[in-house]
């Protein structure tokens, strides 16, 4: 019998075992508990390491199915290594986050956020919320993936105009500026990078002086780490960015969002760019559709999908 464990929250288990009768299915809430040692296919969410010491736990390991986009936190060489297949669903959630991304730009155009937090302190600051209308504004986008993509398609109706980060693996047709370029001219930053070494924390100090003639609206998208957050947070308080907006925050990272005493026009959210019911529906169909493929006939495929 096939051997599926699903990391709560990154699937509907009660749905998987309901369609897949036949396959045992655990269920638990992280890698950090005994695992199962029988699991052949692990379905996993963000904010949850897999690395070689998971790996060693789970000897009959042959699939991880991403249940989203993001794979930083998953050791890609040591499956490659281990001949485990991954696979991943990058676009389902993708329109969701842009979504996010344009509620995030108008908030903090209208600088809400900031009204919020000074009521909250006991301030009543209206004439610090004067607002600006994002029509008057170019965005800058930084990444092109499915995300970066998205954030564009929700924000161009509503802007001055949006451009790219030029990257030599771009999609074709983009409206891509150098990176200078970018910084310049642009009153909103929208992150949409993925986290490598490259990428690991490059908006810092540099970045946030380079931007600061234009005060610009930071919004992040992608993966925090991508940020210096202890810089972007000085540089809200002190005037270089109008606004920060970041939603890829994990429990860990709670310890660097320590409450300010003055009010800031900063919008935070857990990680909820994608937590939307359709998007949900329809990752817990995918992940099914898919794991009664890769148990098909009680037996582990090579490649996942092809028999």
């Known amino acids: 019998m096939s051997s599926v464990l699903v990391l709560r929250g990154a699937a509907d288990t009660s749905a998987i075992r309901r369609a897949l009768p036949d396959v045992l299915v655990h269920e638990l809430p992280d890698l950090d508990s005994s695992l199962p040692a029988d699991t052949d296919v692990l379905v996993m969410r963000s904010g949850v390491r897999l690395g070689e010491r998971e790996l060693d736990a789970l000897p009959r390991l042959r699939h991880v199915v991403r249940t989203g986009s993001g794979i930083d936190h998953i050791d890609v060489s040591a499956l490659r290594h281990r001949g485990i297949t991954l696979h991943r669903n990058a676009e389902a959630g993708a329109g969701a986050v842009g979504e996010w991304v344009l509620t995030a730009a108008l908030a903090l155009a209208r600088r809400i956020p900031l009204g919020q937090h000074a009521l909250l302190l006991g301030q009543h600051e209206k004439q610090a919320c004067m607002g600006a209308s994002l029509s008057t504004m170019a965005a800058g986008v930084w990444g092109a993936g499915p995300v970066g993509?998205?954030?564009?398609?929700?924000?161009?109706?509503?802007?001055?105009?949006?451009?790219?980060?030029?990257?030599?693996?771009?999609?074709?047709?983009?409206?891509?500026?150098?990176?200078?370029?970018?910084?310049?001219?642009?009153?909103?930053?929208?992150?949409?990078?993925?986290?490598?070494?490259?990428?690991?924390?490059?908006?810092?100090?540099?970045?946030?002086?380079?931007?600061?003639?234009?005060?610009?609206?930071?919004?992040?998208a992608g993966r925090l780490e991508t940020l210096d957050v202890a810089a972007c947070l000085r540089a809200l308080a002190d005037g270089r960015l109008s606004g920060l907006a970041l939603d890829p925050v994990e429990r860990e990272h709670l310890p660097l969002l320590t409450g300010s005493p003055t009010p800031l026009n900063l919008l935070v959210s857990p990680h909820i760019g994608a937590q939307r019911s359709d998007v949900r529906g329809a990752l817990d169909q995918w992940a099914i559709d898919l794991l009664k493929e890769i148990t098909a006939d009680d037996k582990i495929l090579i490649e996942g999908g092809h028999r």
């Open 149 to 220: 993509l998205a954030a564009d398609w929700a924000l161009a109706p509503f802007m001055d105009r949006t451009g790219f980060a030029a990257w030599p693996s771009s999609p074709p047709g983009l409206r891509e500026l150098s990176a200078t370029a970018l910084m310049e001219q642009s009153q909103v930053h929208v992150i949409a990078l993925p986290l490598r070494p490259t990428t690991e924390q490059l908006i810092g100090e540099d970045f946030l002086t380079r931007v600061a003639p234009q005060r610009p609206l930071l919004i992040c």
